[in-house]
């Protein structure tokens, strides 16, 4: 592959996920800025995406721009209702569900009950 030229493989976190086109929007421009000039972005849609894919550098990128990163599937309670999302700004883990939908469909709304911040907790799938 030449210096000028790359491929970028996407796989939506779920297919009609409408985060995608953004996604690859920043994609292509963060990539314009390094140089590249000649830039594919291919969608993958098999085999599916899962959260499980998520890196620790990921999930700290997430935190650190105010979302909740997903669970891993391993600590994921099978209960809806024990599902504890720590809140990105003060770390409580005193949180409530605002709505199944947050600004995009892959993310669930929260709000904080002790610093009052809503946030968005990328849902686990
Ligand atoms: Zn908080």
Known sequence: MNGDEIEVIITPTY?????????????????????????????????????????????????????????????????????VVECPQCHSTNTKLLSEFGSTACKALYQCNDCKEPFDHFKCH
């Open 15 to 83: 297919s009609g996920c409408p985060a995608m086109d953004m996604i690859a929007m920043n994609i292509r421009l963060a990539l314009i800025e390094k140089g590249y000039s000649k830039i594919k972005i291919t969608s993958v849609l098999s085999p599916a995406w899962t959260t499980e894919w998520m890196s620790e550098a990921g999930k700290e990128k997430l935190k650190a721009y105010g979302i909740a990163p997903p669970h891993t599937r391993s600590d994921a309670p099978m209960n809806r209702e024990d599902f």
